[in-house]
């Protein structure tokens, strides 16, 4: 699963805590809950209504609904928001006509009064295919940066290799707003900047610091030479 998940998640001990898996039909949302239950593909069909499964991580227990994104099914989204903690939004990221549909869902539900201290994780999904859309091309569709008052990170990922899930704990934000996400080049240079997890606040009382990683990548094409610069913050966490 990552050890984005397992470092945040192992913060809450041994209660359970209610995930739900949303995302637009054909995104890939029961497939990645298939890869966090089993660590492999499941052939699966449209789900109608929800899936739910259990998943421990290091006794913790996360109850994951998985919930069906075909457009008739979407009004009763909100039946399930009640003691959510967290959100993962599935995104298929070479359906480029329906993005803006995926943002409209998107912030009905952090206006949701439910879901109002929910992180949100995004997976920008179906990373295999070809001409598919970066994490950060989502990202700046999403509007991702206006999102002041929920913690969220978007991932990369490919649901059916389980490619994204593993490297998780390398999360891509901006360090000049609340998250966000930023990639530039400069010439030869390409550089990296990313916050991971700002000040939140769940349910469950628990208090994340802020993370910083910042990287740059120079590419010498003459001498086909990589060299990687990489400073990393600590990680504190409160328990309350």
Known sequence: MGLLFAKLWSLFCNQEHKVIVVGLDNAGKTTILYQFLMNEVVHTSPTIGSNVEEIVVKNTHFLMWDIGGQESLRSSWNTYYSNTEFIILVVDSIDRERLSITREELYRMLAHEDLRKAAVLIFANKQDMKGCMSAAEISKSLTLSSIKDHPWHIQSCCALTGEGFKDGQRPNQDPGSLNGIEEYDEGEMR??????????????????????????????????????????????????
């Open 191 to 240: 550089c990296h900047v990313s916050t991971r997890w700002k000040e939140m606040k769940t349910p469950s009382g628990v208090v994340i610091s802020i993370y910083t990683y910042w990287s740059r990548t120079q590419c010498d094409a003459s001498k086909n030479i990589r060299l990687t610069f990489t400073i990393k913050s600590s990680i504190p966490f409160e328990l309350h």
